[in-house]
């Protein structure tokens, strides 16, 4: 099951690939689609990672983080939970490129549909138990930062740069001056 959803968000993937201008994880990222689709046989099955196409986690807010919108407030939206205003607005696009929004079966879409939103429930669980732990002072703030620093790795692949704490005008030499930047 996480196989099969993993590979039906992999749509939004790809388009978020090719609008930050990632061409080559795009390339990998249509590929792996294609293999997990076909010979993973709908997805059920992730052949692509054992051919050395691992998955890659793009969305619309990371997208428009990269095109430069600031991030908003932290709101927690009803039914959809925590995120950002950026990230909300990327939800929303999320839904036009996710497959299952154009199923034209309302049973089977409502089926797909809340097999997803439970299979997505169970894996908060652990995450769940982990935020009991963690989190005994304030667990709004808690998920909020955690939420924000996940985000901003996600945003930079991994690699996000390092917070300034302290902007200066001036900086003090070793011997005790002041130099202007």
Known sequence: ISNFFSNLRQPIVIVNDFLQGKGRQGGADTTRFLINTTVGIGGFFDVARKAGFEPH???????????????GPYVVWPVIGGRSLRASAGWVGDQFAYPLNYLDNDSTYWSLWTLDIVHLRAGYMDQEKALETAASQDKYLFIREAYRQNRRNLIYDGNPPRPKLFEEDEETKPNGKKKKK
């Open 57 to 71: 986690d793009e969305d619309f807010g990371q997208t428009f983080a990269v095109w430069g919108m600031s991030e």
